[in-house]
């Protein structure tokens, strides 16, 4: 069994397996530093996961593919036992689709198999990992190409290679469309509590050469009103059926903000982001995390007496916002039917 995921990948590699285990960049260190977790049981996926050690909906999907084959190495025959640690597995992080859809297809091998089998699991994982590379590439031409020239591009949290397989969903659309004279300049979207912009898609446009200008979420509707943005292009954790895009805390208010300023809004996922089986944004869970998230992003180390917060890190965003949704099969335009993946 060959266990070494050649494929020429795009971007830079955050998550690597070799057949044993799990190797994740840690996000949570990044900027400062660039720090490597290797990981040989499934709970570790679990947290690694659950502690945005790995983060991003297609990156938390793939991780959790290798979690399942690593958890078949750990339980041998036991075919229960992995039942559920698949089901634990599952429960990491409860908003981005990406991760129950990625163990659904772990179970369904299993069950064509009929047996646990960690190498015919690492072939599934692979798959899966190398299907999200195409779609990056696939997104990437396709959201590009409906941004005029000479575009000034707001982007939200961090959808680049970090968040995925490849080179990302959004991020991935704003570095092909700089390539190609389409995107003339990126602001990026600080994206409170977690930082995600300032610190990593910043990060991976230091990295890749961009020029880009971070922006705290407050000055979203003063860039607007300035007419130096023409999109804002974002990613996603979950579409439901309708087309209500659940995406980081954050991304309902640019979309309000841009339909008031003229300014197109694009979403950007792969079709392991689709939920056709959740009919609305309504259905949707939204991930509530803890409010030291809050105190440490203000400079706090804990909750101050008497402080208190509320710290949704997902919001939805109604599809009658979105100008346009992204997949690897092509630009969706309103009204949307996601009532098939
Ligand atoms: O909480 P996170 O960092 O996992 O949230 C990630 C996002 O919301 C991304 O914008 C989303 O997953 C898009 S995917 C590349």
């Known amino acids: 069994m060959d266990t070494n995921f050649d494929e020429k ?13 799990l190797e994740l960049l840690d996000q949570r260190r990044l900027p400062a530093e660039e720090s490597w977790l290797r990981i040989t049981e499934v709970e570790g996926v679990s947290a ?14 793939i991780a959790a593919a290798y979690g399942a084959v690593i958890a078949a190495r750990q339980r041998g025959n036991d075919l229960d036992g992995w039942q559920h640690d698949m ?72 959808t680049g290679s ?81 087309g209500d895009v659940a995406n980081k805390i954050g991304t309902y208010n640019l979309a309000v903000l841009a339909r008031h300023h003229g300014v197109k ?16 944004g309504q259905g949707i869970a939204i991930e509530q995390r803890d409010a030291v998230e809050i105190w440490r992003a203000a400079g706090l180390g804990a909750q101050p007496a008497g402080f208190a917060a509320w710290n949704p890190v997902f919001d939805v965003t109604p599809a009658a916002l979105i100008d346009c949704i992204v997949t690897e099969r092509g630009a969706f335009q309103p009204p949307y039917d996601f009532s098939r993946r």
């Open 48 to 61: 690694a996961i659950a502690d945005l050690v790995v983060r991003g909906a297609p990156a938390i999907g």
């Open 162 to 242: 970090l968040a995925t397989g490849g080179i990302g969903t959004a991020l991935g659309i704003v570095m092909e469309g700089v390539r190609r004279g389409r995107v003339a300049h990126v602001y990026a979207d600080e994206t409170r509590p977690w930082l995600q912009g300032s610190r990593l898609t910043a990060w991976e446009l230091a990295r890749n050469g961009v020029d880009f200008q971070v922006i705290v979420e407050g000055a979203a509707a003063a860039l607007m009103a300035t007419g130096k943005v023409q999109w804002v292009i974002t990613g996603a954790d979950r579409i439901a059926a309708n």
């Open 265 to 280: 809004m694009m979403v950007a996922a792969p079709s392991s982001t689709l939920d056709p089986a959740t009919a609305s």
């Open 87 to 158: 089901q634990r597995l599952a429960l990491a992080r409860p908003t981005a689709v990406n991760l129950v859809w990625a163990v659904e297809r772990m179970r369904a091998r299993v069950a064509r198999a009929g047996r646990l089998d960690p190498d015919d699991l690492t072939r599934e994982a692979f798959a899966i990992h190398r299907a999200d590379i195409e779609a990056n590439r696939a997104m990437a031409v396709a959201g590009s190409e409906r941004i005029e020239p000479g575009s000034g591009v707001l982007t939200h949290c961090n």
């Open 9 to 21: 990948r795009d971007g830079f590699q955050a998550l690597r397996f070799d057949g044993e285990a």
